[in-house]
Structure formats: C-alpha cells, structure tokens
C-alpha cells in the first residue's frame, strides 16, 4: 500500500542538489540509485548541522533501514531538494522521513531508520538525551 505522498511543509530541514548527467539512465531518468544518494546527502545534512555533530560524540549513524517510494519519473538537468525531519527518536536509533521535490512537486519520498555505531564498542551505542531532543526538535533552530 503506498504511502501519501508528502507535501514541502512536512519537512524542517533543507538542502539542495544539482543533477548530474552521470545521475541518468539512457532515457535521461535520474536513476533509482542517483535518487538514494541524494537522500543521502540530505540525512548527512542533518548529521552535519554544526548544532547536530559536536552532540554525536564520536557515535557514528548508519543505515539499517531504507525504504523509497518513487511517485513519478525525475528528469536531467535540473535541481532537486531534499527535505529531512526526524520523525521517531530511540535511544540507539532515529527513524528519519524525506522528501525530494522538484520545482514541481515530491518526486520520491524516503524512510530511513539510522543506528548509531561507536568505534570502541560492537552493536549499536545510546546516544545522550541531549543529541536525541536536537535530532526531534522541529524548526531551523533544531
């Protein structure tokens, strides 16, 4: 059963892509695996955010989970961006909701359920109270 599909006020936090003519396939679709990656670069921008990073503590999140939804074909050239919230946070893991939208509507909407790994420690480590409030508090200031 699909999912509705998500709308641009849905989403707190933004980036932006430039397509790639590598991204395409022979009929100049931007490929499923092109679209992954964009997701991609929207959750490492969450990751990323300087309020987001200094709280990860040497924990590092990865991809457990990685379900897309495609709702209608992308076409090179042109510029995407990608919406990103976090729309559960866990102890050991956040499950993030995404959006690619084109200047015409969402394109492809993503869930990702992230775990956060530490280098010192097998399985997946707890994350403080403070780094899970910043990756679920909504609005730019989050």
Same mark, same amino acid.
């Given at each position: &059963?699909?999912? +509705? ?16 003519? +590598? ?9 499923? =695996? =092109? &679209?992954?990656?964009?997701?991609? +670069?929207?959750? &490492? ?9 200094? #709280? ?9 989970? #990685? +379900?897309?939804?495609? !709702? ?33 509507? %969402?394109?492809?909407?993503?869930? @990702?359920? %992230? ?17 899970? !409030? ?7 200031? @989050?």
């Amino acid at each position: &059963m699909r999912r +509705a599909i998500p709308q641009r006020a849905e989403f707190e936090r933004w980036c932006s892509e430039k397509l790639r003519n +590598a991204d395409t396939d022979q009929f100049r679709h931007v490929n499923n =695996a =092109a &679209m992954a990656s964009l997701f991609e +670069a929207g959750r &490492m921008e969450l990751f990323g955010d300087p309020t987001v990073a200094p #709280l990860l503590a040497g924990a590092h999140p990865a991809v457990v989970r #990685l +379900a897309i939804d495609f !709702h209608r074909e992308l076409f090179y050239p042109g510029e995407v961006a990608i919406g990103t919230r976090v729309a559960r946070g866990g102890s050991r893991s956040v499950e993030i909701a995404q959006g690619l939208f084109d200047a015409q509507g %969402c394109v492809a909407s993503a869930e @990702a359920t %992230c775990v956060f790994l530490a280098s010192d420690t097998p399985g997946a480590t707890t994350i403080s109270e403070e780094l899970r !409030h910043r990756l679920t508090a909504t609005g730019e200031a @989050a």
